[in-house]
T-cell receptor
Framework: AQKITQTQPGMFVQEKEAVTLDCTYDTSDPSYGLFWYKQPSSGEMIFLIYQGSYDQQNATEGRYSLNFQKARKSANLVISASQLGDSAMYFCAMRESGGSYIPTFGRGTSLIVHP | EAGVAQSPRYKIIEKRQSVAFWCNPISGHATLYWYQQILGQGPKLLIQFQNNGVVDDSQLPKDRFSAERLKGVDSTLKIQPAKLEDSAVYLC???????????FGDGTRLSIL
């Protein structure tokens, strides 16, 4: 079974608008971490934001915020005020403490920001 | 601080040949990862080291892939012999420990002819 599911293969958003990228996960481990990474066309993976399973508040980093709904096992990434440079692949990833923190990545969502 | 360094950036070989990739993690990072990313997919973990010990290598095709991290710093990943399906980007990442965010290198793009 897929541990990380990203159902949107591609998303389009207009510059300066907000966009939500979906991520659902599957785990029975009470302790886990959720991560989002950005991969531009140049290929490097850039860490964006982290949410721990015990964190009470949703994580925020600048224009990025994570909409963490534990009961629904979802960890959606919200990008506010999209910029042209946000066009990239976005990957959701999870690490479970019971699995020695072995990371698992989703298949990614391609985001295109148009002017 | 210097990032994760990988070399080479690109490599083209014929099937059945061997190839090796090198990774130098961020100084002080105990955990090192090798991933395989096939075009259109997310990264797949091949092996994870904690210092110079292997934490997980369950997805490493051990009949042809090998990896080592001598002295708990640099690491090499080798493929011998290569198959067509090994064409991918090989990413190295490091983190301070297993629960911290990973920092990735630029990757090695491997093409098998």
């Amino acid at each position: 079974a897929q541990k990380i599911t990203q159902t949107q293969p591609g998303m389009f958003v207009q510059e300066k608008e907000a966009v939500t990228l979906d991520c659902t996960y599957d785990t029975s481990d009470p302790s886990y971490g959720l991560f989002w990474y950005k991969q531009p066309s140049s290929g490097e993976m850039i860490f964006l934001i982290y949410q721990g399973s015990y964190d009470q508040q949703n994580a925020t980093e600048g224009r990025y915020s994570l909409n963490f709904q534990k009961a629904r096992k979802s960890a959606n990434l919200v990008i506010s005020a999209s910029q042209l440079g946000d066009s990239a692949m976005y990957f959701c990833a999870m690490r479970e403490s019971g699995g020695s923190y072995i990371p698992t990545f989703g298949r990614g969502t391609s985001l295109i920001v148009h002017p | 601080e210097a990032g994760v360094a990988q070399s080479p950036r690109y490599k083209i070989i014929e099937k059945r040949q061997s190839v090796a990739f090198w990774c130098n993690p961020i100084s002080g990072h105990a955990t090192l990862y090798w991933y395989q990313q096939i075009l259109g997919q997310g990264p797949k973990l091949l092996i994870q080291f904690q210092n110079n010990g292997v934490v997980d290598d369950s997805q490493l095709p051990k009949d042809r892939f090998s990896a080592e991290r001598l002295k708990g710093v640099d690491s090499t990943l080798k493929i011998q012999p290569a198959k067509l399906e090994d064409s991918a980007v090989y990413l190295c990442a490091s983190s301070q420990d297993g629960n911290q965010p990973q920092h990735f290198g630029d990757g090695t793009r491997l093409s098998i002819l």
